[in-house]
């Protein structure tokens, strides 16, 4: 069985708990969502008529385990895309990772309850719920009964796209329905240059802190820029 791979690469996590940490992404084709700021749409902007071999190529496990072992890194994070979108194929890389010591690490919409058995192998779920300013109904994009096992699984954070003041509202609302423990929450201003970043950066520290939820930066946007593969 053959996942469809957009991009293989070693950089360092930019986001999150783990900000800092050198890791090897393995990012997925295909995403159920079509958020108007994402910064990585060469993952769902063609796929009603996707080409093997342009848009995304086709690895085995095999595949991708051989290609990783070029890096120095036992850090992998799976991303799209949407990974769960994939979770009958993507087990079985996930045990051969978890076999071979890898810590794992999965970056999803929290749109698609994953299956205990993917559970089991992942080291942590790093959640994105998208807001209004994605710009994709709401009906798609919130999902209560998927968001609420999440906020049951003690491996998990919360990240938030943040563009404005009143995406806070939103936030605290998604936070108190789904009973969501404020340690897991993270905000991060939404953008794809460093003057954007860093501007927004300013007040949404503050309101962190007035909430008492998490800050993150995009720590690869403010090194690289939006680069591909950084």
Sequence with gaps: ?????????????????????????IRLYYCNLKCIWCDSKYTWENQD????GIDYILMDVNDILNYI???NCNHVVITGGEPL????????????LKNKGFYIEIETNGTIKPKEEIIELVDLFNISPKLSNSKVDYKL????????????INNSIFKFVICDVNDLNEVDELVK?????????YLMPEGTDE???????????????KRNYNFTTRLHILMFGNQRGK
């Design 177 to 185: 329905k789904m009973d969501i423990k404020k340690e897991k929450v």
């Design 195 to 209: 003057k954007t970043i860093k501007e927004r950066s300013i007040w949404l520290i503050e309101e962190s802190k």
């Design 69 to 71: 072992n070029r890096f």
């Design 49 to 52: 008529k996707a080409k093997e």
């Design 85 to 96: 979108l994939h979770q009958d194929i993507l087990k079985y890389l996930l045990k051969e």
């Design 1 to 25: 069985m053959k996942i469809p791979i957009s991009e293989i690469f070693f950089s360092i996590q930019g986001e999150g708990v783990n900000i800092g940490k050198p890791s090897i992404f």
């Design 141 to 152: 994009r919130i999902r209560d009964e998927v968001l609420k096992l999440f906020s049951k």
